[in-house]
């Protein structure tokens, strides 16, 4: 599909607009991992800004987020409350984890909700838990969803992005791109 940043081979075979979401959200992916290559644990636990955020809190966020979403969409708990304990370390790469390990879950997970979407048709409508950011209950389309992944995935690729430059000043397009002297 034109228009990626990045190659994209799907690991799901669907075709149309599922086709078109996965490829945009996957591609987003590859965006977000670009900013932890070549990092050891140490760089991916530092704080180069102003904001408490580091790379390797935010892969964790991303990837306990896929998770999430997976379950939410193959679970359909009508009567679902999000668990706030589960925010305690959500943002953080504690010390007793790697950036590898999280990088090999962050695959997973995002195989894992591929399959997911995959097997939904995307009018699908699903009940999403309550939380103190939106306590009524609110079904969403399974549509809905990846888009809402896509735009978490890509918010979040932002602050890597900023994050990453402020640590050693790879910026994401120069690292996918050799712009040489163009700017």
Do not use: C, N
């Not at 977000?32 to 140490?42: G, H, K, P």
């Not at 999403?128 to 918010?155: D, F, I, N």
């Amino acid at each position: 599909m034109a228009g990626t940043y990045t190659p994209v081979t799907l690991s799901v075979d669907v075709t149309g607009e599922k086709e078109e979401l996965l490829t945009l959200l996957d591609d987003q992916r590859q965006v977000f991992l670009v900013t932890l290559r070549d990092l050891d644990d140490a760089q991916a636990r530092t704080r180069t800004t102003v904001s408490e955020l580091t790379l390797g809190g935010l892969l964790k966020h991303l990837t306990l987020v896929e998770r999430g979403a997976t379950e939410t969409m193959t679970v359909r708990d009508e009567e679902a409350t999000f668990d706030m304990s589960l925010m305690e370390h959500a943002y953080e790469l504690t010390d007793d984890e790697t950036l590898d390990d999280w990088l090999t879950a962050y695959r997973e997970a995002a195989a894992a909700y591929d399959r997911a979407v995959a097997g939904l048709d995307l009018d699908d409508q699903i009940p999403q838990e309550t939380a103190p950011w939106q306590p009524e209950r609110e079904w969403w389309s399974a549509r809905k969803m990846v888009l809402h992944m896509l735009r978490e995935t890509a918010h979040h690729s932002g602050h890597a992005d900023i994050i990453r430059e402020a640590l050693d000043g790879q910026t994401t397009m120069s690292a996918l791109f050799d712009f040489g002297d163009a700017f």
